[in-house]
């Protein structure tokens, strides 16, 4: 389908930023692998390993300690190895009476800390060891409730899978919030840089709006760049793209242009908060600000040549960044959802 | 079945109280029920009114300030419509595919602040206005995720009643620890109480056990105060008794003695680890902890006289409790998942 629809540059004024030790993250995660073996096959672990998660969490936390950016690194290997079995594909991945058990105890291993005997719950207990043994209750609290946040969301996005439903638009933001993996991904910042954000900064609305916001462009940054791969494979899941093809019938070079438009609008408004939320921070709320801004700079150079994107686009160019939004309306998206971000009280 | 099987009375050492204005607090709710009308019949509003939620509130929060409590009360009658009309009885009851992407958005309305068109999210936009004027970020966000944690684990509940799936007595105890509501319901205490437990002490591994035997402890008590209301019905929905039943095979009499032990088990740990956890606890943690102990006593008293309970069951006898367990065994339960609230590191 329209092989010459491609998206433009992404919009992103963050540098490019690695972790001098992304090579030794890939090697000790790789050993990991090996120990927990979620993976069945040496294919299942070739593709896990292709998710290039070590790289991927090198470039969020690029200054972090390598002992906390490796526990980022595991959770991030884990959650792709956890996301193929169960969520994309699967006898759960379009059933949610058996996703939501399966989720449901998985999610209790990060809570309780206890040791279960299901493999991919096992795998996860180890990660949780290390992150209790290396940040406070109060950051392993908010990276467990960011994971509830995952799950519940995947589980949604699951339900639409099971009964054909393409949601709204609205809705699919909402669902996407949470389902890309977003919340549990930039909670771990706090954990990768050793660093706990006083609650009170951590939980004000400006923060709490700029999280969010980063989630959101990260997530919309992955519809884009897996958009060439899904139209060759002519998926009909749930994305960005489908979801204005089918409410807004727009055909999808249209739809390219209205995504990118509602993802630039929102990096934009995240600049302006996050500049504004840097007065008078503390300096572990500027360690994580920055965080997110590595965070959404590297997910765009990671995906550039992750297998996992590039798999079946053979021809797909490598993205690349602007300084630019393609469209710098400064007004909040028409949804009520949303459009709290564009508060002037923040 | 089993007119003559009658749960015992309830172990509880925590006296009764309630807040001396119940009867305003009541008053002021029967306003907002009218205001925000999410009952479509006088016959709703009846059952809605009925639910006694002032009451029950106000024997959470015996001494709160009136205004704090009745954001706690409102929300009491709110999830009380919520469930009648989504999780227990609808279309949404056992379809997954149908209840996420409404808990999901309703869930959007707790973390956005956004006034929305549904009647249901409506409502509950009015109570989450009062706290976030009432409260600070971190004790709102407390809440919101306790939410979160409430609705996925209902999803889960409807999930297993699509698929006619009992779960095992783990699995039930896990989901039931959310899905009663008693996240959102422990959370409220801080709001009534109009206090922020300092970060360290609410996440520590102590408070969050206290904190989750509290919710375990209500749930399985409301299991056990509607066992002969549902064994009247012939109800064969998922409850302490019914997975015990089905699982380990007992007949309703020996359920009922196991549930019970299990109960016990869980409060005598949690009496134990709630007094180590007051010592050199701030002034805001204790009267967090005095509100655990008014939570479970409050629910007691409160099930004993609602119709909710009673109805359908007009010969049951009213709960009544007593100061000594049915079981005092002090070994930790046989879960990799509960087991944790017994370690001696808390």
């Given amino acids: 389908m329209h092989a010459d629809v491609v998206p433009p540059p992404f919009f992103c004024p963050f540098p490019e930023a690695v972790h001098p030790d992304a090579e030794e993250l890939e090697r000790r995660a790789i050993e990991w692998i090996d120990d927990v073996r979620v993976h069945r096959t040496a294919r299942e672990r070739a593709r896990l390993i292709g998710s290039n998660s070590a790289e991927f969490y090198a470039r969020f936390a690029p200054t972090g300690p390598t002992e906390h950016v490796l526990t980022a690194v595991l959770w991030v290997y884990w959650g792709f190895a956890f996301d193929d079995a169960w969520c994309d594909d699967g006898p759960c991945s379009d059933d949610p009476s058996r996703f939501l ?32 043994d290396q940040v406070s209750g109060t950051v392993t609290r908010r990276f467990t ?46 954990i990768a840089n050793a660093i706990e954000v006083p609650p009170p900064e951590m939980d004000s609305p400006a923060v709490r ?47 390219l242009d209205a995504a990118v438009s509602i993802r630039d609008r929102v990096l934009l408004r995240l600049l302006d908060l996050r500049e504004r939320a840097r007065t008078g921070a503390s300096e572990e709320l500027r360690t994580y600000l920055d965080g997110l801004g590595h965070a959404i700079r590297g997910n765009i150079d990671w995906a550039a040549t992750v297998p996992r994107y590039l798999a079946g686009a053979p021809g797909t160019p490598a993205t690349s960044v602007r300084d630019q939004p393609n469209d710098p309306n400064p007004a909040p998206l028409p949804f009520p959802a949303f459009s709290w971000w564009w508060d002037r009280s923040l």
């Avoid at 638009?169 to 996407?176: C, F, V």
């Avoid at 462009?217 to 093809?245: G, P, R, W, Y």
Wanted: with cysteine; hydrophobic share 40%; proline share 6%.
């Fill in 145 to 190: 409730d960011a994971h509830r946040h995952w799950l519940q969301n995947v589980a949604w996005q699951v339900g639409n899978r099971a009964a054909g439903r393409m949601p709204t638009l609205p809705e699919y933001l909402t669902m996407r919030l949470g389902s890309s993996g977003g919340p549990p991904t930039t909670a771990l910042l706090e």
């Fill in 209 to 255: 709006a700029v999280t969010e916001m980063t989630q959101l462009v990260a997530a919309l940054d992955n519809d884009l760049q897996s958009f060439h791969k899904e139209m060759t494979e002519t998926h009909t899941d749930q994305n960005i793209i489908t979801v204005l093809c089918h409410h807004d019938r727009l055909d999808p070079a249209a739809a």
């Fill in 101 to 132: 058990p399966m989720a449901g105890q998985v999610q209790r291993t990060v809570e309780s800390g206890a040791a279960p005997a299901e493999p991919y719950a096992a795998a996860l207990h180890t990660i949780v060891t290390r992150m209790r």
